[in-house]
Structures are given as structure tokens and as C-alpha cells.
């Protein structure tokens, strides 16, 4: 069965300081892995997606993630934060061959002035 | 592209009482999902549908939630009767089955039983 920690319910950082989500995930295959970005009262947009074909990934906003088969984590990461990014992040874990997704229980990310 | 719609977007009802939700996915997706998302939590599968297939529903509670996807196109979600436990963000999702498991979502339907 696959199954994805995010390790931190919130997250707290200045404006213009670094943002770090965590997320390790457990999979007995490779995964394809995703981060996804929620705005109040609205539904999950694609922030990013691996699918095996590089390990760092790009994704909107500035946001990137690397994958790390040895700590099977696959960490977001901003280099400088914006009032804007302000949201519910998930990470989410799927499979060759199945279309299905299990979530992470989110980290909530608050950035202050 | 028009994205995922939904309706309605926000529902109050008390509880034993029926409510149904509508989901129109993106236009050619085959794969049609409900999740169930409780305040501080991360998505949930209900249910998926494969064109007008059910593919899983082993988390749906069948005995008060059904689904349907007749055509294969939109899809209704109904709960009867409501539970206080049932409150929380209704989210439709689709898929072309094309794009790494990579789900659309629509904006959801906040459901509040009193």
C-alpha cells in the first residue's frame, strides 16, 4: 500500500524567507509523486509532478521539488516566499497503472510581512 | 479548456436529510473521481469511475452514499440520510488517463449538516 507523511501541520515563514514542506512517502514501487496547492474555498491545482524522468522538478509559482529515492522523500521548496503562496499544500503518491492518488494531510503555510 | 465544474457550492441541510452534488468533468476525461475532504485533512477517495464504470468504492459507505456516472460523462454524488459527520468539502476530480495519474479538480461543494 502507498501512503505519504507531510511532517508539520503549519508552516510559518517570513516574506522573502525560504519555504520548506516535507514529505516522505512509502511506496513498494516507483512512484509517481505530486504536490498539490489549495487557496481557500477552492479545489487542488498542480503545483508540480514526478514521473521518473528527472529528480529535481520545476514547478508554477517557483516552486521545485526534488526526489530522493535513499530517504524517499520528495521535499517542496521556495527559495524566497510570497505573501501570495499563503495556502494548503498536499502531497500526493500514485502508481504505474492505477489512476489513483493517496493525500498527505496537508501543511498549511502562513507568510507574514 | 473549461476545468471541473461543480455544483452547488456551498449546501446546509440538518441531518437524516438528502443532499445530491453534480460534477461536469473536463471534456474527453475518461477517469471521474469524488473525494471527501474533512476540515484538516487531506483528500479522501470515495469513489472512481472508468467511463461509466465503478473502478473503486471500497471507501464509499454504501449504506447512506451512492454515485452514478450515467453516460459516462457527469456524475451525481448523494447522501441519504446526512450524518453531523458528513460535513465537509465534496471534490470532484478527472482524468485523462494520460498525464501520470495527474487529477483536475473542480472547486467543490462545502457541505454543513446541522
Known amino acids: 500500500a502507498q501512503s505519504v507523511t507531510q511532517l508539520g501541520s503549519h508552516v510559518s515563514v517570513s516574506e522573502g524567507a525560504l519555504v520548506l514542506l516535507r514529505c516522505n512517502y512509502s511506496?513498494?514501487?516507483?512512484?509517481?509523486l505530486f504536490w498539490y496547492v489549495q487557496y481557500p474555498n477552492q479545489g487542488l491545482q498542480l503545483l508540480l509532478k514526478?514521473?521518473?524522468?528527472?529528480?529535481l522538478v520545476k514547478g508554477i509559482n517557483g516552486f521545485e521539488a526534488e526526489f530522493k529515492k535513499s530517504e524517499t522523500s520528495f521535499h517542496l521548496t521556495k527559495p524566497s516566499a510570497h505573501m501570495s503562496d499563503a495556502a494548503e499544500y498536499f502531497c500526493?503518491?500514485?502508481?504505474?497503472?492505477?489512476?489513483?492518488?493517496?493525500f498527505g494531510t496537508g501543511t498549511r503555510l502562513l507568510v507574514s510581512p | 479548456e473549461a476545468g471541473v465544474a461543480q455544483s452547488p457550492r456551498y449546501k446546509i441541510i440538518e441531518k437524516r436529510q438528502s443532499v445530491a452534488f453534480w460534477c461536469n468533468p473536463i471534456?474527453?476525461?475518461?477517469?471521474l473521481y469524488w473525494y471527501q475532504q474533512i476540515l484538516g485533512q487531506g483528500p479522501k477517495l470515495l469513489i472512481q469511475f472508468q467511463n461509466n464504470g465503478v473502478v473503486d468504492d471500497s471507501q464509499l459507505p454504501k449504506d447512506r452514499f451512492s454515485a452514478e456516472r450515467l453516460k459516462g460523462v457527469d456524475s451525481t454524488l448523494k447522501i441519504q440520510p446526512a450524518k453531523l459527520e458528513d460535513s465537509a468539502v465534496y471534490l470532484c476530480?478527472?482524468?485523462?488517463?494520460?498525464?501520470?495519474?495527474?487529477?483536475?479538480f473542480g472547486p467543490g461543494t462545502r457541505l454543513t449538516v446541522l
Open positions: 511506496s513498494s514501487v516507483p512512484p509517481y
Open positions: 514526478y514521473t521518473s524522468a528527472a529528480t
Open positions: 500526493a503518491v500514485g502508481q504505474t497503472g492505477f489512476q489513483k492518488l493517496v
Open positions: 471534456s474527453g476525461h475518461a477517469t
Open positions: 476530480a478527472s482524468s485523462n488517463n494520460r498525464s501520470y495519474n495527474e487529477q483536475f
